[in-house]
Every structure is written in C-alpha cells, then in structure tokens.
C-alpha cells in the first residue's frame, strides 16, 4: 500500500503532504516534541525519506511555518464594505478560528518555537504582522494614513497577537466576549490617538458616523455610559 501511494505521488505533491502532516501535528503539541519518526509515521513513509524532501526537522517547520503565515494572513482579509466595527469583529472570529485549530502551532508561530533566531522565521512572522497593518490601514481610507494612526493599528495587531497567546493558557475568558473585547480596545487606542492628533480624530470621526448603534461600537459607547455614575468628578484645579 505504502509503495503504491508512493508511486502516485509527484515530488511536489509529497512535499506539499509532508508540510500538511507535520503542522497538523505542530498544530496538536509544541514543535519540539514532535520527532521527524513521528511525522514518517503518519505520513506513511520511511525517516530516510522525509530526509529525501527536507534536509531535516528546522527546514520541514519552516515549511509548515510558511503555510501556517500564509494562511494566518487570510484571515484578515475582509471585504471593504459595511461598518468599521461589524468587519473588525468579524476578522477577529477569523483570526480565533486559526488560533483555536492550530493551538500550540500558532503560539510556536508567534514566539518562533524551535526556529527561534531563524531570519526566515522571524520574516514570516513579520510579513504576517505587516500584512494584517495593511489590511486594517486599508479599512480606515487612509490612503497617507498619520504617524500616530499607523501607531494605533500596530499596537492593535500586536495586542491582538499578544492577547491570543495568553488565552491559550486556560482559555479563562469566553472567546466571544475577548473578540468583542478586542475590537473595542481598538476603538479606544484610536479615541485616545485622535485625543492628540487632528488628522486622526477627522478619520475617527468619520468612522463613528457610519457605525450603527447596535454594532460593536456603540455597544462600547452604552457599555462605557454605563460606568459614568461610578466615575469619581476631576477636581476643576487639575482641569485647563
């Protein structure tokens, strides 16, 4: 059986099944305890031939590592149309789904697992970030789109990022409620940016203008309402 599956089997198309084999099971435990004996096996192949298409383990992850980035970036791909919020929550859900089906392969991603000092690791891990920037640069219309702007959806990313990788470590927080939680950090960095920041707050204006009052938004607006009663006055000496 083994020998007839090898036989239909192209050189492209082996590799591309090897790459599949080893990030489903990067995907299930950390890349460090996964031994190329164990990606042979469920490839259904020898160990000398694993090491017939990838020289060895750091070259077959950085493989797996490229699929992974590739289809991480995906995710935040998003149609330009509707309001700002609806379209951030729903690349959030996106971006989850990767983060729940790949687990440990998504935080070795992230922190580079055994690929860690690797300069085409970390250029992956990097594309993926500056693609995911362009993305929600692009949703803002800011085609020259101000320093402190490009600030904001940055420190997003990387919260995001960073966010993922702690709810990883129990899951404590309901994934719902932390996608919604995200998107509305994202309003509150470009609220607090726009505080400093002319050309930003006319893009922040502009934005709250189309977004409805049951979306993400203004639910962060009925949720923060909800906290004035409680929030203590400024003394008038600390204004102006």
């Known amino acids: 059986m083994t020998t007839e599956v090898r036989r239909r089997m192209g050189v492209e198309e082996r590799r591309q099944q ?3 084999v080893a990030l489903e099971l990067f995907s299930r435990r950390s890349p460090d305890e996964v031994s190329i004996d164990e990606i042979a096996a469920a490839a ?14 750091q070259s077959l992850y950085e493989a797996a590592l490229r699929r992974a980035a590739d289809e991480l970036a995906t995710r935040f791909l998003e149609p330009r149309e509707g309001p700002l919020g609806a379209r951030l929550l729903r690349v959030m859900g996106r971006f989850f789904d990767f983060v729940d089906e790949h687990g440990p392969g998504f935080a070795a991603l992230m922190r580079g697992g055994p690929a860690v000092g690797s300069s085409t690791a970390n250029a992956m891990i990097d594309g993926v970030r500056q693609a995911a920037c362009a993305q929600i640069l ?3 219309d800011a085609d020259e789109p101000p320093a402190r702007l490009e600030l904001v ?3 997003w990313v990387s919260l995001a990022e960073s966010t993922a990788l702690l709810w990883l470590d129990g899951r404590r927080v309901p994934r719902a409620e932390l996608e919604l939680q995200l998107v509305h950090d994202f309003a509150a960095l470009a609220a607090v940016s726009a505080a400093y920041d002319e050309e930003v707050a006319g893009i922040v204006l502009r934005v709250l203008a189309r977004e409805p009052a049951d979306g993400p938004f203004g639910d962060l607006l009925t949720r923060l309402s909800s ?14």
Do not use: D, M, N, T
């Not at 000398?48 to 383990?57: D, I, N, Q, R, S």
């Not at 906290?227 to 102006?240: D, H, I």
């Open 18 to 20: 090897l790459i599949g």
């Open 44 to 57: 259904g192949i020898s160990r000398p031939l694993v090491y017939h298409y990838f020289p060895g383990k």
């Open 138 to 140: 692009a949703h803002l």
């Open 153 to 155: 959806v940055r420190s």
């Open 227 to 240: 906290l004035a009663p409680a929030v203590p006055a400024v003394p008038s000496q600390r204004l102006g």
